[in-house]
């Protein structure tokens, strides 16, 4: 992570703030947030039933792939934070999209790009950052979401 004094964080935007590690997706991690959200639905949990789909597996559930971003995001060397950081928080997201399939097996990692940064009061500065979350030897990202994390200094 990259500390930088608030008065530099503009000079940040529109730059990568680096990439996580691959991280793969496997058949136990996708049947646990299928628990853990009782979404079962049999694309994701039967292996046998999901052969007969055009994707011939089973896949991760998107939101699963999404709920990655807060893990794969503290593995990016390039991140950008404020300095004097005591806090960030979730603030939400502007837009998700879910353009490919995760397939059950596949690794998967997120690169980012700073789009904005804003004082919404002093100590407090919003960031949206643009995340692609990446299928190792995809032709287009599983995800791409604009992320929105409130830091306090």
Do not use: C
């Amino acid at each position: 992570m990259k500390s930088v004094d608030s008065a530099s964080l503009q000079d940040y935007v529109g730059q990568a703030m680096g990439a996580s590690e691959w991280f793969q997706i496997d058949q136990d991690r996708i049947n646990a947030f299928a628990d853990a959200t009782l979404d079962h639905q049999f694309i994701h949990v039967d292996p046998e039933a999901a052969k007969a789909t055009p994707f011939g597996g089973t896949i991760a559930h998107g939101f699963l792939t999404l709920s990655l971003l807060p893990y794969l995001q503290s593995q990016m060397s390039e991140l950008v934070i404020p300095a004097g950081l005591k806090m960030g928080m979730n603030y939400g997201f502007d837009k998700i999209r879910f353009l490919a399939p995760v397939k059950t097996g596949s690794r998967v990692r997120a690169v980012a790009t700073l789009k904005d940064v804003t004082e919404k009061s002093p100590g407090q500065f919003l960031f949206t950052a643009e995340y692609a979350i990446e299928i190792e030897g995809g032709s287009k990202p599983a995800l791409i979401a604009d992320w929105l994390v409130m830091y306090f200094v």
